[in-house]
């Protein structure tokens, strides 16, 4: 009797498991969970293509283009923005799957990025810019210093892997065709803040208490929504192809990159950066100290100063 109350309870919860991952899987494919760009009415938006692209500009001069990284979104951005558009013409956008932006028609890889990036420059009139990328944002401003025909464009790189990366199983599964929107469906709905808390504590080394507090739970609020756990799934995995491809041309590049990485090593790209370094023909190495991978946030003067400076250079050129 107890043998076949345990083979009922077995098979009531095998069907429950299948049927809450295909409930999962369907409304993953939806936009149940992410956040509402009509209800976003303090941020401005710009249509490319399939694709509405949130995006702040602020400032005139000197046109300065901000790339995050993944997962990331334009507050990532928002400690540079308000001294340097002072002096400068600032924009940042959230990437495709990002932020307050959609993904209707994005195939998570690099050239999908430069490519919407070269859009928005073209589109907004952005007059030969200096580009900033962090992290897997500096993924996409190096593909374009590779393959771009300007050469009056010139690069800050902000601690981002360049060689190689190696996905985790988690990533694996989440990117995986149908039943990883319902993977990050579920997780947005039970794992993801405690996650995304786990994984920013590490990359800050000197910044505590309310402070670090805002700023983890800002994250966790937008990097949360199932799109954006699908997204940085997908980028990564696609990522370690397309660096792969993207290193057989840095040698030959003419591009004038300031790559930017901490002492720390733990924790950070610094290896990557530096082998980068030496491959490049026209690149500058900055080691910041005590700073972790969001040097933009936790050493924000000193970002401030090196891109004030190299956007003076180019203005006195021009």
């Not at 009531?12 to 209800?39: A, C, D, R």
């Not at 030969?128 to 393959?147: D, F």
């Not at 995995?237 to 720390?264: F, G, H, P």
């Not at 733990?266 to 990557?272: E, Q, W």
């Amino acid at each position: 009797m107890k043998k076949h109350k345990s083979k009922k309870v077995l098979k009531f919860s095998s069907l429950s498991i299948g049927i809450l991952f295909l409930v999962s899987i369907l409304l993953g494919q939806s936009n149940l969970g992410n956040l509402s760009q009509n209800e976003n009415n303090k941020d401005t938006f710009i249509t490319i293509g399939d694709e509405k692209i949130r995006y702040l500009q602020k400032g005139e001069g000197k046109d300065i283009l901000f790339i995050h990284g993944t997962p990331g979104s334009i507050e990532d951005w928002k400690e540079l923005i308000d001294s340097l558009s002072q002096n400068f013409r600032v924009t940042a956008f959230d990437r495709l799957g990002h932020g307050y932006s959609s993904a209707n028609k994005y195939t998570y890889h690099l050239k999908d990025n430069a490519d919407l990036a070269e859009q928005l420059i073209e589109n907004m009139k952005l007059n030969s810019p200096l580009i900033v990328g962090h992290s897997y944002g500096g993924c996409v401003a190096t593909y374009m210093a590779v393959n771009s025909k300007s050469i009056e464009r010139e690069y800050v790189i902000i601690d981002s892997p360049f060689c190689e990366i190696q996905p985790s199983i988690i990533n694996r599964l989440v990117s995986a065709p149908i039943l990883g929107r319902g993977i990050a469906f579920l997780s947005a709905y039970t794992i993801a803040k405690h996650e995304i808390k786990k994984g920013i504590l590490p990359m800050f080394k000197s910044m505590e208490g309310d402070k670090l507090n805002y700023y983890i739970k800002e994250r966790q609020e937008i990097w949360s929504q199932p799109k954006v756990i699908y997204s940085n799934s997908k980028e990564i995995v696609n990522l370690q192809y397309d660096l792969k491809s993207l290193s057989e041309n840095y040698k030959i590049t003419d591009a004038r990159m300031i790559l930017i990485t901490e002492e720390d090593s733990i924790d950070t790209f610094r290896k990557s950066t530096e082998k980068l370094h030496k491959e490049l023909k026209n690149s500058e190495l900055i080691i910041i100290k005590n700073t972790g991978h969001y040097i933009q946030l936790e050493q924000s003067s000193q970002m401030i100063k090196i891109i004030r400076e190299k956007a003076n250079q180019l203005m006195s050129k021009n």
